[in-house]
C-alpha cells in the first residue's frame, strides 16, 4: 500500500550544522509530497511541498527536491537554528484527497 | 481566519464514559480529517470526509469510535465507552480540495489532548 518512511530521530545538531532528513515513499501514481513541521504543544504546519518529479520545494532556508527514480523527497537545511527544534513530518497525498504521514523525525538543534 | 478551532483543548475522563471532540474547519474548506497522534503509534488517519460525506474511515479503530459532519462548518468525534488506550492527541484538520488535484494542503487545529483514567 501507499506509504511514507522517514529516518529514525531524535537527531542532534549543534547551531550552523547541516540538517538531512530522509524520506522515501511507495504510492500508486504520482503523489504530490510533502513535510510539516509541529513545534511542541501545537498542530502540524505546511512547510513546503512539490506536486511533480523534480518541482524543489522550500520555504524559511529548507528545501527539498521530488525524486521519482529514487522515490524520495529529503528535507534539508544549511545552517540550522535552535529554533528549528521540532518534530518534521514526511507526507504524500493522493487525488483521492487522502494525506499519508510518515512516523516523523525530531530535530533537537543545541546552541 | 482564525484557523481550525478544535474543543476541548484537553480532556480527561474515566474509562467507561462517552467522549466526544469537537472541531469547526476553516471557511469554504470541503474537506476534513481526524487523525489521532501518539507515542507509540505516531499520526494516524482515522476518518476523512469531504462535501461532508465520509470518504474513508477505514483508520477507525473500532466501533467505539463514531464521527459525524452533519454540516460543512462542524464535525465530531465520539469515543463511547472510552478506554486508557484511547489516550492521545487527536487533531483535526481541514482543506479545500479540488476535483482531481493530489496537492492537498491540511490546515491543523492544535488538538484535542484526551487522557482516559
Known amino acids: 500500500g501507499d506509504s511514507v518512511t522517514q529516518m529514525e530521530g531524535p537527531v542532534t545538531l549543534s547551531e550552523e550544522a547541516f540538517l538531512t532528513i530522509n524520506c522515501t515513499y511507495t504510492a500508486t501514481g504520482y503523489p504530490s509530497l510533502f513535510w510539516y513541521v509541529q513545534y511542541p504543544g501545537e498542530g502540524l504546519q505546511l512547510l513546503l511541498k512539490a506536486t511533480k518529479a523534480d518541482d524543489k520545494g522550500s520555504n524559511k532556508g529548507f528545501e527539498a527536491t521530488y525524486r521519482k527514480e529514487t522515490t524520495s523527497f529529503h528535507l534539508e537545511k544549511g545552517s540550522v537554528q535552535v529554533s528549528d527544534s521540532a518534530v518534521y513530518f514526511c507526507a504524500l497525498s493522493l487525488n483521492t484527497g487522502k494525506l499519508i504521514f510518515g512516523q516523523g523525525t525530531t530535530l533537537q538543534v543545541k546552541p | 481566519d482564525a484557523g481550525v478551532i478544535q474543543s476541548p483543548r484537553h480532556e480527561v475522563t474515566e474509562m467507561g464514559q462517552e467522549v466526544t471532540l469537537r472541531c469547526k474547519p476553516i471557511s469554504g474548506h470541503n474537506s476534513l480529517f481526524w487523525y489521532r497522534q501518539t507515542m507509540m503509534r505516531g499520526l494516524e488517519l482515522l476518518i476523512y470526509?469531504?462535501?461532508?460525506?465520509?470518504?474513508?474511515d477505514s483508520g477507525m479503530p473500532e466501533d467505539r469510535f463514531s464521527a459525524k459532519m452533519p454540516n460543512a462548518s462542524f464535525s465530531t468525534l465520539k469515543i463511547q465507552p472510552s478506554e486508557p488506550r484511547d489516550s492521545a492527541v487527536y487533531f483535526c484538520a481541514s482543506s479545500f480540495l479540488a476535483g482531481g488535484s493530489g496537492a492537498n494542503v491540511l490546515t491543523f487545529g492544535a488538538g484535542s489532548r484526551l487522557t482516559v483514567l
Open positions: 470526509f469531504n462535501n461532508n460525506v465520509p470518504i474513508d
